[in-house]
């Protein structure tokens, strides 16, 4: 399990632990703006291959993960090859200050590309105040069976882990608490890629 200070981001660490079993027995897992790899283990694909635009977090995560497979590069400029049959990207688009929010949806539209027919995307993105996710929903409809958007985004601040634990399970039961205030952010889980026309 991953621990946060901050309930929003633990909320989002307890549903990506259920998510993440969809990845069993499955080829080949991308992790799009990996990071330092910190999500390898939660990867169950025969193989791992993070991509991320910072060469040193790609370096530090094969220090980790000596089998893990590494590619530096944004995920705007993915060699259309790059392709997975589980696909996640994390707490980069629309969240990360690396990350050129004018780019969503043409990376929205990179991450559906990237995804194998019959698999999986996992991602969440921060919403621009205005924005109601819409146009990311249309984008990823006609290519998906099945498209789920979890809400959610308040209570982002740190509030220590034992609280952030405690509001994270409250806002599990109550779902008016993901999105009260502050932030606006969605977990998409996209199953059965279509084939790509
Ligand atoms: C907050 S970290 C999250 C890392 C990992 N996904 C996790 O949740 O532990 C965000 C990462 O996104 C990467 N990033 C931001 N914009 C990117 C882009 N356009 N293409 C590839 N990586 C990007 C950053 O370099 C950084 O490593």
Known sequence: MRYSERPAKQFLFNLLRKKFALSRERQIGLDVACGKMIFRPWFETRRYIGVDLDAGRIREGREKYPEAEGVVCAMEEMDPALRGDFVACIQAIGINSHFDP????ACVRKLAEATNEGGILIFNAGLPDG?????????LRPHFASVEAVPY???????GRPAAY???????????LRTVAGERRVLYTCTG???AA
Do not use: C, D, W, Y
């Open 102 to 105: 004018g780019n969503t949806l």
């Open 131 to 139: 924005s109601s996710g819409e146009k990311i929903e249309a984008l």
């Open 153 to 159: 985004g308040a209570f982002n601040a740190p509030i």
């Open 166 to 176: 405690v509001m994270a399970q409250a806002m599990n039961v109550l779902p008016f």
């Open 193 to 195: 890629r279509k084939h």
